[in-house]
């Protein structure tokens, strides 16, 4: 079975700008349903469903490359562990599909024909964006199985620089960041969509949103409970890194696409 690729970034900061998402119509299957009120489905490079099989989460350790000090990736790697940990949980109790956190590590893996089934890769690279090597980008590498466009996993490469102190960001967007790129990387895309502008771009940040503040966790640069202008702190850090409600519904569509 045959895989492919799509590269998906986000910021780690508020107030950084990322570039307009261009609307476009994907091409459906029968039965199957790739958008709604806050989620979109990366139907691009053919990933439509959720597999009911186990996926397996494992950290790549740092090499010299991530400049962070013994310290720093000691931290770096018990942060990205408590926060995939969480994430799985949620993932494995809204999906039905199981996801776990490995113990130990993985091999850096760079091309979609190397990477084992179910197997997404987290690890830590100094401004990992590609094209550009952007300040503050991480960058998401999801795989598709092209026999039936499920989510195949795939790699995560988060920016060092929030570790080492280049690149600022509060601990609770970072546990939404973490999510963020999880969600990619089983199938889920940014989920901006066109506002009030009606410019026919969906711009950062314009998602569905509520009277809490809260913003789609796949929102860009970035989402999360509370993120919105004028949302509240104590929110944003009690829900920090759990999916929101429009999210559980595009996790529910992907897995519900498998059998449809």
């Known amino acids: 079975m045959t895989v492919k690729k799509k590269i998906l970034r986000s910021v780690g900061v508020v107030a950084a700008a990322a570039g307009l998402v261009a609307l476009s119509n994907p091409a459906y299957a029968a039965g199957d349903v790739y958008k709604g009120t806050g989620w979109r489905i990366l139907t691009g490079q053919g990933i439509q469903s959720l597999s009911p099989d186990p996926y397996v989460i494992k950290i790549v350790k740092p090499t010299a490359s991530a400049k962070l000090s013994a310290a720093q990736a000691k931290t770096a790697e018990a942060q990205l562990r408590a926060q995939l940990k969480k994430s799985a949980a949620q993932l494995t109790s809204v999906t039905g599909t199981k996801f776990t956190l490995a113990s130990g590590y993985q091999q850096e893996v760079t091309a979609c024909s190397a990477a084992e089934r179910h197997v997404i890769a987290v690890g830590m690279k100094y401004r990992p964006f590609t094209p ?7 960058q998401a590498h999801p795989c598709s199985a092209s026999g039936n466009q499920s989510a195949w996993g ?14 600022h960001i509060d601990s609770y967007r970072l546990q939404n960041l973490i999510s963020h790129e999880l969600g990619h990387s089983i199938g889920l895309d940014h989920a901006n969509v066109d506002g009030s502008d009606a410019n026919r771009t ?18 860009s640069p970035n989402g999360g409970h509370a993120i919105g202008k ?4 104590t929110r944003a850090k009690k829900y920090a890194g759990q999916y929101t409600k429009w999210d559980i519904a595009g996790l529910k569509a992907l897995k519900a696409n498998f059998s449809r």
């Open 132 to 138: 550009g090597s952007k300040p503050g980008y991480s």
């Open 154 to 167: 795939g790699w995560i490469w988060m920016d060092s620089e929030y570790w080492n102190g280049d690149w």
């Open 230 to 233: 004028g949302g509240s702190v």
């Open 202 to 219: 969906a711009d950062p940040y314009e998602c569905a949103t509520n009277s809490s503040k809260d913003l789609p966790v796949m929102c």
